[in-house]
C-alpha cells in the first residue's frame, strides 16, 4: 500500500464580494422565483414587482415604494418629479460615485460639489453651507442636496437639515450603496423627502442585473414618479401629461431580489460582525471606519485610511486578497465636470480621501479564517 501524501493546504484567493456563496445558500428559492415567473409571463409590472414595492415599503417604513430600472434612474425619477432643471443648483459630494453628480446634469441643472466629513466620508453641512453661498454668487437658485451614504453608512442629516431648512432645500437620499441602514433609528427610505436606491448585483441588497427604487412618503411625489417612470402617462396610455422614461423593474429581477431580501437583515448582521472584527484587529494600524453617533451602516465597503495604501494593496494581491481604491480621482476633477463649481473652500478632504482611502474585502460569507488572513497580511505589510 503506498502512503497517501495530503496535498499541502493552499489558501484560494479571498474574494472581494462573494456573490456565489450567496446563492449557494439560497439557489433553489431563485430558481423557483425564477420559475414561476417564466410559468405566468408577466415580464412587465407583473405581481412580484407589486409585492416587492410592498415589502421594500414594510422594510423601511416609508409610504410609498416605486422600483425601476437602476439607482441612476431612480435619482433621475426623483429630480423630474421635482421639476428640477435650468438654472437649479444640486448640491452634491464630489466623493462618491459617477452617478450622484451625472443625473443633475442630465436634468439640466448644475451640479455644485460639496466637500465631505474625514471620518464618515458623507456630505459635510458646513461645507454644503458655503456651496450654497457659492451658487447663490454664480446667480444659481439653491433647489436641492444630494447627500450620499457612503459605502454604507447614513449621512448626517440633522446637521444637514439645518442648513437645508435655513436655506430651503430639499434633500434626495441617495442611498445606493446603503439600503438596510440607520439614522436615529429610522431606516433609509424614510429620513429624507425622496430617497433612491440601487440594486446593482454588487450593492448590499442586490438583485441579478439592474434595478433600483425611489422612496417617499408624498403622495403627490409618489403619483408623479408613476408616471415618469412609464413615459409620464397619466390615465393610461394615450394619455400623456408629462415628459417621462421608460424606467421600469423587471418581474424577474423583483421575484429574485424578494427571495434576497428575506436574508438581508441576517446578511447585514454579518456584515457588522466582520467590520467589527477588522476594527478590532486593525485599529491600532490604520484609520478606520467610525461611525457617527445615531447612525449604522450596512458596510457596502470597509474601506480604511493610510499614507501607505500602495504598499498595503501589493502585499495582501500577492496573498490573493484582492482591495480596491472608491474613489481615486474625485468627480470634479474630472473631464466631463471640471465647469462646473466647488463650494467655497475647495474640496480638501475628497483630495485628501482620494490619495488614502483603501477598501477590504466585504461580504456576509467572508469565513473568519479569510477575515484572519487579511488582519494579519495587512498587519505584516506595515511591520
Ligand atoms: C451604484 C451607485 C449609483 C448608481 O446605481 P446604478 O444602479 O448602478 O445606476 C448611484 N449612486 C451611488 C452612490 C452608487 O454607489
Partial sequence: MRDVVPAPVTDQPVAFIDLQAQRARIADRIDAAIGRVLAHGAFIMGPEVAEIERRLAAHCGAKHVISCS???TALIMALMSKDVGRGDAVFVPSFTFTATAEVAVLVDATPVFVDVDPETFCMDAASLERAIATAKQTGLRPACAIPVDLFGQSADYDALYEVARKHGLWLLDDAAQSYGATHRGRKLGSVTEITATSFFPS????????????????????RRLVQVRVHGQGKGRDDTVRIGLTARFDSLQAAILLEKLAIFDDECAARNKIAARYTDGLKDIVQTPQLRDGATSVWAQYTIRSTRRDKISTALKAQGIPTNVYYPKPIHQ?????????AGGGL??????SQDVLSLPMHPYLSTHDQDRVIAALRAALS
Fill in 70 to 72: 437602476s439607482g441612476t
Fill in 203 to 222: 450593492k448590499p441588497l442586490g438583485c441579478y442585473g439592474d434595478g433600483g427604487a425611489v422612496f417617499t412618503d408624498d403622495d403627490e411625489v409618489q
Fill in 334 to 342: 474630472q473631464q466631463p465636470y471640471r465647469g462646473y463649481p466647488v
Fill in 348 to 353: 480638501p478632504v475628497t483630495e485628501q480621501l
